[in-house]
């Protein structure tokens, strides 16, 4: 609020960050990399775009690596909008699902390029493990853990083991670029991976 100083109101410096400016330079960012990848997103560019200054922009984001990995972030932000209600390995499906999505858009294949690459290692690698990698990481640690309580798999898995195997094959099939990340396949490994770990002795 206001402080008052000697009968005066005196505003709080620096302006508040405007949510209205963050998805409209989100857009412009998600927009460029779909266009033309990585290296045609400028922070001066991502400002004409969206229509803003570019000192708005780096009020948001430190560089371009960041702001890269923000527009992923939007682009998958289904992925944080699991219904608890749902059964938890059918949420896990629709995850797995989501992000063979997420990696299939110019946006994901442009950042998977980048990652591929080792370009920008410091920033984008860093950002994509926190933000992304981790994020996804303990999303399906949760789900795990309720499908064992629901008697959904057994109580004896080794869950850090387990979730290597989930997500492992979908990130190395994102850094080699061998073979595509899709519903089928990400369908296919889980079904895989739960002939091993479910309550039912496999066939």
């Known amino acids: 609020m ?24 989100l ?15 400028t922070m001066e560019g991502v400002a ?8 708005t922009v780096y009020r948001q984001f430190k560089n371009r690596y960041e702001l ?26 629709r995850q797995l699902r989501t992000m063979a999505a997420v990696f299939a858009s110019g946006t994901g294949r442009h950042v998977a390029l980048v990652l591929a690459s080792g370009y920008g290692e410091t920033e ?9 990698v981790q994020a996804r990481r303990e999303e399906g640690r949760a789900l ?13 898995i080794p869950v850090e083991l387990v979730l290597d195997l989930i997500y492992g094959p979908i990130f190395y099939r994102l850094a080699m670029g061998h073979a595509p990340i899709d519903p089928d396949f990400v369908t296919r490994l889980l079904d895989q991976l739960l002939q091993g770990i479910g309550e039912r002795p496999a066939r």
């Open 68 to 93: 890269a990995m923000a527009a992923l972030m939007e682009a998958s932000a289904d992925l944080a909008s699991m219904p608890s209600a749902e059964e938890p390995l059918e949420a896990l499906r």
């Open 124 to 132: 984008i690698s860093k950002a994509f493990r926190s933000h992304f």
């Open 2 to 25: 206001p402080q008052m100083v000697k009968g005066k109101v005196q505003q709080r410096r620096g302006r508040p960050r405007s949510a209205s400016a963050r998805r409209k330079i």
């Open 144 to 156: 795990l853990q309720r499908a064992i309580e629901a008697g959904e798999i057994r109580s004896d």
């Open 27 to 41: 857009t412009a960012a998600h927009d460029m990399l779909d266009a033309g990848g990585l290296l045609s997103v």
């Open 48 to 55: 004409a775009r969206a229509g803003v200054g570019k000192p």
